[in-house]
């Protein structure tokens, strides 16, 4: 076998001394580690405790049997093979464990060549599955490095929830404000599903007129209505195999919430104009910006949809409570924005990055790329300044309820910077007034005046 030593560790459970002896002197002999389990409870809390690359697992053993300890270790998931082990003339037995999920078995007594072999054969197969598992693990953390920046716990968080339901199939719903990023996350629930091959296609049920919607979800037969002078094949069919994403589904009229509702029940839809149904194999994920339990109570969302497409929720924070997540972002929409615009912008100052942290982002991360862009129009020079940040939030506009608070705080932002360079100055020229006073272009008076105003006359 050829197998690196101490890497692969094996479970007997068998409680019949001479077949632990013998089996565990075969493993040594393979350099193989190994433990024994007398009896079923012992095997399962092993199990637990301990990763086992195979467990020989006999059929008649102590306060269970080796078909429920098997039953056992596939309804929990272990991803460890089993090899069977039972008593001569128990064939049919045996087969009913492989039906069952067992990787193999051999009959006592036992004919040491072919227990060699299909232990060979189990362990190979447990390496090729754990290294499948670990690409397909290394592939998701690179559609999720590569999809979305995220640094704040709150946002892995739902980033952790997305990776757990995408290999279902089930409806999910996606909350949060809007241009939080929601869409973003249902494609990313996409490319991480058995569905990634198949199309994604995205519905805005409030961008399209309600006289519209039906005709868009399900399609159209030839003559349907005036202007229908050709077959329109729908959304719901346009995702077959794969997903469809609803976003702002809470702004769906009562009666196309109907109609969404039995395509969810039946999996068929009916083009207008046609009576005949054709079925759909689609996964749904929704979103929405609205509380549906206040729609619900309000009598503008059917409760019985509600528990239709929300089977799992992803609740997406607002970028106001992503902190950590402003700077990445900022740089990220910088790189992204200023090749295509054609300048070379090369940062962010600090200054533009606090006012950044301290405003409410209440357009979340579509309006930052939307200011970025125009920043990076704007600058002058190679960085995006607090100064174009101020030109483009036009805080002499009254009309807009935060110009106050933003004012403010740029106010102080300024006033931070400004006490920054001082201190600098004074500091490089040993705190001697005059010198500094040269190297920032400023009067001795105004140093002064200035020192007084940060309290930093006290300092010398």
């Known amino acids: 076998m050829p197998f690196i030593e101490d890497e692969h560790r094996i479970l007997v459970v068998d409680d019949d001394p001479s077949m632990q002896f013998f089996l565990g002197e075969l493993l040594k002999k393979e ?12 095997a399962i809390e092993r199990l637990k405790n301990n990763d086992y690359s195979l467990v020989l ?3 008649k053993i102590p306060e269970m049997s080796g078909t429920e300890v098997l039953g056992h270790i596939k309804k929990t998931g272990y991803p460890t093979p089993v090899i069977m082990i039972t008593a001569y003339g128990s064939k049919e037995l045996a087969l009913r464990a492989i039906q069952q999920g067992a990787y193999d078995f051999f009959t006592k007594p036992v004919d040491i060549d072919i227990v060699r072999t299909v232990i060979s054969r189990a362990i190979e197969r447990y390496e090729l599955q754990r290294d499948l598992n670990a690409l397909k693990t290394e592939g998701t953390d690179k559609i999720l490095r590569n999809e979305i920046i995220v640094e704040s716990d709150n946002m892995k968080r739902a980033l952790e929830l997305s990776k757990k339901v995408a ?25 991480l599903s058995d569905r990634r091959d198949s199309p994604f296609v995205s519905v805005n049920c409030a961008a399209i007129p309600e006289s519209l919607l039906e005709s868009e979800f399900f399609g159209y037969e030839k003559g349907a209505f005036t202007g229908a002078a050709r077959q329109h094949i729908g959304k719901f069919e346009r995702a077959a195999q794969g997903t469809i994403f609803l976003d702002e589904i809470g702004d769906l009229s009562f009666g196309l919430q109907a109609k969404l509702l039995r395509v969810l029940q039946n999996k068929e839809i009916e083009r207008l104009g046609s009576t005949k149904p054709v079925k759909v194999d689609i996964r749904l ?36 409570e992503r902190k950590k997540d402003i700077p990445l972002l900022a740089d990220h929409f910088l790189k992204k924005y200023s090749k295509s615009i054609g300048k070379e912008i090369t940062g962010i100052s600090s200054s533009a990055i606090r006012f950044f942290l301290g405003y409410n982002w209440p357009g979340n991360v579509r309006e930052m790329e939307n200011l970025i862009q125009r920043a990076i129009i704007l600058a002058e020079g190679d960085k995006i300044t607090g100064e174009t940040v101020i030109e483009l939030m036009h805080l002499d506009d009254k009309s807009r309820p935060l110009a106050i608070n933003v004012r403010e705080r740029l106010e102080t932002i300024k006033s931070e910077e400004e006490k920054k360079l001082i201190v600098d100055a004074l500091t490089e020229t040993r705190w001697k007034r005059t010198d500094a006073a040269a190297r920032l272009g400023i009067s001795r008076k105004s140093l002064f005046n200035k020192m007084k105003k940060y309290g930093l006359l006290i300092k010398h």
């Open 285 to 320: 994920i929704s979103a929405t910006n609205k509380d549906l339990n206040t729609a619900i109570a309000e009598g503008g969302f059917r409760e019985d949809l509600f528990y239709r497409v929300r089977v799992f929720e992803v609740s997406v924070p607002p970028l106001r």
């Open 31 to 42: 350099g193989l580690r190994f433990d024994i389990a007398g009896t079923g409870t012992e």
């Open 57 to 59: 697992l006999d059929e």
């Open 167 to 191: 290999g279902t199939d089930v409806t999910v719903l996606i909350t949060g404000e809007s241009g939080s990023g929601k869409e973003l996350i249902a494609r990313t629930i996409h490319k």
